[in-house]
């Protein structure tokens, strides 16, 4: 496979280059900042109107904006509020079909003259929907127009000819999630609710999901008090789990751990003679098999262990937890 060597007329052109780059985060943090100033009644308006909506927040914009509009949307869907985008030539060719009159439509452009997003104000008009606009000229169109109008004004884009959209679509994005936030706090959003809409996210997966479902089962690492701490260890090197169980008459009595190894050395225990009841842990931690994965995960960081033993209604051990993944 062929490697391409990037080439640089001088070696200042690349110095040059980072440093530009460097100064342009610089740049975006400082305006992000300045942003904050624009949280102010009109924002309150449109978070008390979004939230207190009957319908969805349909959300559009062309080129750039409509790409981040596709992320708004997407954040507000993932986080409670009902939200969807759409483009705004096809809304002008049919899909404004797909908006009623209780839905909020956010329009999105910096300028706030975009023709195709100035062309759907007309009708979403008629059908009688609020419109929040968020642009970056409170002069505009859009702005004049609206019912609300969010200020995502920068002073300079950070490209070095000032025209590529930079720091605009920065800021649109960072008030975005500016009103996603408040939306959160508003409607008293849980982390269990997040879950709900992510099931195949780690968080979702933690929080819905059962011991039982992602325990280990098979071929777990039993000893008996009386063995010898040379089986134990053949026992917990056999098994991934780097411990081993200690059961009398199918009774969980202890738990030795790579630690209590190593205690135990420490402490000149002889493990040529010692037996596994003389080097356990007594009374090990446990949790019930049908508990959710997060509990076992906070009982086990609380412990400041990585496994925990699992049981099922009878007292019957049946697993070990490890640490989701």
């Not at 000819?161 to 500016?178: E, I």
């Not at 049946?318 to 640490?323: A, K, N, P, S, Y």
């Amino acid at each position: 496979m062929a490697v391409i060597t990037p080439t640089f007329n001088t070696s200042s052109d690349l110095t040059q280059a980072v440093i530009e780059a460097h100064d342009s985060v610089l740049e975006q943090s400082r305006q992000i900042q300045r942003l904050a100033q624009f949280i102010d009644e009109q924002f309150k308006l449109a978070v008390n109107a979004i939230h207190n909506c009957k319908g969805r927040l349909i959300i559009s914009g062309m080129g750039k904006s409509g790409l981040i509009g596709k992320k708004i949307a997407a954040t507000m869907a993932s986080t409670g509020t009902s939200s969807f985008y759409v483009h705004p030539g096809e809304a002008f060719h049919g899909d404004l079909g797909m908006i009623r009159p209780e839905d909020i439509v956010l329009l999105i452009t910096n300028s706030g003259e975009t023709d195709e997003v100035i062309k759907l104000i007309p009708s979403l008009k008629n059908f009688g929907n609020t419109i929040i606009g968020m642009t970056g000229k409170m002069d505009s169109t859009l702005a004049q127009y609206a019912d609300i109008t969010l200020n995502v004004s920068v002073e300079r884009e950070v490209c070095p000819n000032n025209l590529a959209p930079t720091a605009s679509t920065t800021a649109t994005l960072v008030m975005g999630d500016a009103l996603a936030v408040a939306l959160i706090h508003m409607s008293d959003f849980k982390p269990m609710d997040f879950a709900m809409f992510h099931p195949g996210g780690s968080l979702g997966r933690k929080l819905l999901t059962k011991v039982k479902d992602v325990m280990v089962k098979n071929d777990l690492p039993f000893v008996k008090p009386d063995d010898t701490m040379h089986s134990v260890i053949m026992t917990m090197t056999n098994s991934r789990l780097g411990l081993a169980m200690v059961m009398q008459d199918d009774v969980l009595i202890g738990v030795i751990t790579d630690g209590d190894l190593r205690r135990a050395l420490a402490e000149g225990v002889d493990l040529k003679v010692a037996t596994a009841k003389q080097t356990m842990s007594l009374a090990p931690i446990t949790i019930q098999e049908d508990a959710m994965v997060a509990d076992g995960e906070e009982q086990m960081r609380s412990a400041h262990i990585k496994q925990i033993i699992v049981k099922n209604s009878e007292d019957c051990v049946t697993g070990v937890l490890e640490f989701f993944q």
